[in-house]
């Protein structure tokens, strides 16, 4: 029999078989040691109880300050210093803007931003879903930008000293996981004009509900046919800040019609869907999923990548190619993946005021995808590919 053919609960059990002071003088960062490292402050104080005096069962998104925050700059040469804790800083993100607020200083639009996730596991280990991903793709991402950046192993170590050092804000086992923002932006000249003198990394987290608590929400998309997207060769595929600026405008007149979020399309023909907002879409079409190629206007996404890994695994065949926005017609199921969403349905989709609905639920690919992936994120599901990181 089929993996694809048994019951979602039976697939899924198939697929088993230095604290240290970061200041902000006008452009410039300067890190300095202060206390001592952080390995002796993680088990004194507060720092020691096992959770954060928090409702976890309604965290929601707003920004929650957790405790510390992890810092780094390149020198003159582009290496980066070795990172450190410091308490967690007035930060604030405005993408809209394209800037990033720490203190009363400012980065410029010259940065780059990626999301991840801590989970706890059910014996109480915190986890992370394939950093290494979330490195290279900065790493990838400033190379294009002309933009030092942290390597593959300092960029992980800097979310797992961020992590660790905020362990008693990561939920417990099914309420939620620890949203970190790993960034890197440049001080000094914009670019176009000259590259940056020096780079700061940062990682900050946030605990955050399950998007979906139940994982049968569905989202309601508007095809966009207005706003210019990048071209191959552009940006697309890098996770610059500036990008969110025109993303979130046009979400906000999208939301005010009564939808959830956003399907762009091509910017050259204007006849290819390409991405929602932030996240990646796939079309199901009997044993067929279908998905845009990341051809380089697209961002190749991390949860993108590993649930077509395990379509494949479950014996479907994984079309990644031009998708014609009419195509839309003929799925069965429509689904987007991304950091926060997981894997999440959409309920329809609406193009030229013509409203196409979908297949949502329990016991259809979206949901089997679905479980499975939350699955090995959570621990819950063997990791036989060795995508779980356990940090403690």
């Known amino acids: 029999m089929a993996l694809r053919c048994l019951s979602q609960s039976s697939t899924a059990f198939s697929y088993l078989s230095k604290i240290c002071g970061f200041r902000m003088h006008g452009t410039k960062a300067a890190v300095s040691v202060v206390e001592e490292h952080v390995s002796e402050m993680v088990g004194t104080g507060r720092e020691d109880e096992e959770y954060a005096d928090v409702d976890w069962d309604n965290l929601g998104f707003s920004l929650v300050r957790t405790d510390y925050m992890f810092a780094t700059r390149s020198s003159g ?41 801590a989970y706890r596991g059910e014996n109480g280990r915190v986890l992370l879903f394939r950093p290494e991903l979330n490195a290279m793709r900065m790493k990838k991402g400033a190379e294009r930008m002309c933009m ?77 046919e207005v706003i ?14 500036s990008n969110y600026g ?21 910017a050259e023909t204007k006849k290819n869907i390409e991405e929602v907002s932030a996240s990646n879409i796939f079309l199901v079409k009997g044993n067929t999923i279908v998905t845009p190629a ?42 987007c993946t991304g950091t926060a969403t997981g894997v999440v349905s959409v309920g329809s989709i609406t193009y030229q005021n013509t409203r196409t609905e979908y297949k949502v639920g329990d016991g259809l690919v979206t949901q089997q995808l679905r479980s499975i992936l939350v699955g090995i994120q959570t621990g819950s599901i063997q990791d036989t590919k060795n995508w779980v990181l356990e940090i403690d």
């Open 77 to 117: 040469e582009g290496n980066f210093e070795q990172g450190c804790l410091s308490r967690y800083g007035n930060i604030e993100l405005n993408p809209a803007a394209g800037i990033l607020n720490y203190g009363q200083a400012k980065a410029s639009k010259h940065g780059l931003i990626e999301g991840m996730k």
């Open 148 to 224: 030092h950046s942290p390597s593959v192993q300092q960029f992980i170590e800097g979310v797992k000293q961020t992590v660790l050092a905020n362990r008693r804000w990561v939920p417990p086992p099914g309420k939620g996981s620890l949203y970190l923002r790993p960034l890197l932006f440049g001080s000094g000249a914009s670019l176009g004009l000259s590259a940056a003198s020096e780079f700061t990394f940062l990682v900050f987290g946030s605990p955050v509900q399950n998007y979906f608590k139940e994982g049968t929400s569905a989202l309601d998309l508007y095809v966009e």
């Open 228 to 241: 210019p997207r990048a071209y191959i060769g552009g940006s697309g595929g890098v996770k610059a800040i």
């Open 246 to 266: 025109p993303v979130l405008e046009v979400m906000r007149r999208a939301k005010a019609r009564g939808f959830s979020d956003v399907l762009y399309l091509d």
């Open 294 to 335: 990341t051809t380089g206007t697209i961002l190749g996404g991390i949860t993108r990548k590993s649930v077509i890994e395990i379509a494949i695994d479950l014996g479907y065949k994984v079309e990644e190619r031009v998708v014609p926005v009419e195509e839309l017609k003929e799925a069965e199921e429509v689904f």
